[in-house]
């Protein structure tokens, strides 16, 4: 299931939007997360609030201090079982630049601050998010759209092999059925 924010710069109202998106997903999804990273990067550091900002300090300096760089703010890994540890990713969710929970398998992505939040759901999982979110902000299967790139991507490909074949036909002849 996809749910996607309109495009444009955000202003309040989109920012309580994609943290209400953020909050609903997390909260389904917790039962099943067993383990998740953050980036403790944002692309709005302009609008953070001060408590929000702790929390990205808080992160960054997790991250920092199992590597030696600056990339110690990618990735960091959050226990999803420990309660402090979620209640910090619930604050930053929305902010960070990137989310990605897992189970045995990728099974969310907060992207772009909330623009983008990408959740393999259940039926009843998108159901619930559906009564929670906004009315302009549906979960979408994402199957269908899957599905039909994969069939624009193979008519796409019959049609460059039907072109090469004429021009092989084309050329064949040109070359042994000059008349």
């Not at 099943?32 to 408590?51: E, G, I, N, R, T």
């Not at 398998?105 to 929670?132: C, E, K, M, Y």
């Not at 902000?137 to 991507?153: F, S």
Request: hydrophobic share 45%; net charge negative.
């Amino acid at each position: 299931m996809l749910v996607d924010a309109a495009g444009g710069d955000a202003d309040a109202e989109d920012r309580e939007r994609m943290a209400l998106a953020c909050d609903v997903l997390l909260e389904l999804l917790r039962p099943q997360v067993q383990w998740l990273q953050v980036d403790a990067y944002s692309d709005f550091d302009d609008v953070m609030p001060a408590d929000v900002r702790e929390v990205e300090d808080w992160i960054a300096a997790r991250g920092e201090s199992r590597r030696r760089s600056n990339l110690g703010r990618m990735g960091v890994e959050l226990d999803p079982t420990d309660d402090a540890d979620w209640h910090q990713l619930c604050i930053y969710a929305s902010w960070s630049i990137n989310v990605d929970l897992f189970d045995d398998r990728p099974l969310a992505t907060f992207h772009d601050s909330g623009w983008s939040v990408t959740a393999r759901l259940t039926p009843a999982q998108a159901t619930i998010a559906n009564q929670q979110l906004p009315a302009s902000w549906k979960m979408v299967p994402l199957a269908p759209i899957l599905l039909a790139q994969k069939q624009q991507r193979r008519l796409a490909r019959l049609d460059r092999r039907a072109a090469r074949a004429v021009r092989w036909r084309g050329w064949w002849r040109s070359r042994f059925l000059r008349g």
